[in-house]
């Protein structure tokens, strides 16, 4: 993988005049924001309706989303669709995406290996998030894991300290007024955001990685049930 200590953004690469989920989608195919994209296949976007009542935020695409171009398909995701289930969490009331687009990942003979994304390529895909929230009008939003969380909540956050616990949204949000205004036409209206809540806890792939699955399991399906019961 290429190193780099800074990029461009994806500021550049989102077109004013994308005004849905599937415009920015489509546009998001040709982002150049980070050295991410020149080894990774494709972009990975968000999925799922843009009228979801829950939105879930990742880190990153992985080996098989790579490939795929969709978010959540490979073991990580069939895991969160169990939990999902047995949360009481209804699948197609939630939009799944990532807090960063492109798959970081070290080469070791023909295996590509996880890497976590680094802070730089956090803030370079940040603007997508931006974008996705400003489209999106959940009730509940539930940040998986460490990366997700320094992306929306900032670099001081912990999920260990504070998972599973409802808080305001976009209020606890690093930059709130990055996430305050939601578009109402194509003339540039803006109307505030209505306010909801935020979750975290922790990425399904910290349950495959766990010394006891079971138990880590078990916590993460606690937390989704917290946000079930969040709902309207």
């Known amino acids: 993988m ?11 690469f989102i077109p004013p005049e994308a005004d849905t989920i599937a415009a920015l989608r489509a546009a998001s195919a040709g982002c150049r924001g980070c050295e ?22 990742g880190e990153q695409p992985g080996d098989v989303e790579d490939q795929q171009g969709l978010p959540f398909v490979g073991p990580a995701g069939r895991l969160l669709r ?3 289930d047995d949360a009481g969490l209804d699948p197609g009331q939630l939009y799944l ?24 390529h956090i803030t370079a895909c940040r603007p997508w998030l931006v974008a996705e929230f400003a489209r999106l009008h959940p009730e509940v939003v ?3 894991g ?3 969380a320094k992306a929306l909540l900032g670099p001081t956050f912990r999920v260990t ?58 916590g993460l399906v606690a937390d989704l049930k917290v946000a079930a019961g969040a709902l309207r």
Do not use: C, M
């Open 36 to 57: 991410l994209y020149r080894d990774a296949s494709q972009t990975v976007f968000g999925r799922g309706d843009e009228r979801a009542r829950v939105v879930l935020v």
């Open 161 to 218: 300290r504070q998972r599973g616990e409802l808080l305001p949204w976009p209020a606890a949000a690093q930059h709130p007024e990055d996430f305050a205004g939601v578009p109402v036409d194509r003339a540039g209206a803006v109307a505030d955001a209505p306010t909801t809540r935020l979750l975290a806890t922790i990425h399904p792939s910290a349950v495959l990685r766990a010394d006891n699955q079971d138990i880590a399991y078990e």
């Open 142 to 144: 539930v940040v998986l």
């Open 146 to 148: 460490a990366t997700a």
């Open 2 to 12: 290429v190193e780099t200590g800074s990029a461009p953004g994806a500021q550049e």
């Open 82 to 84: 169990r939990a999902v």
């Open 97 to 120: 995406t990532n807090a960063v687009k492109h798959f970081r990942f070290e080469l070791r003979g023909r295996r590509r290996i996880h890497q976590t994304p680094d802070r730089v």
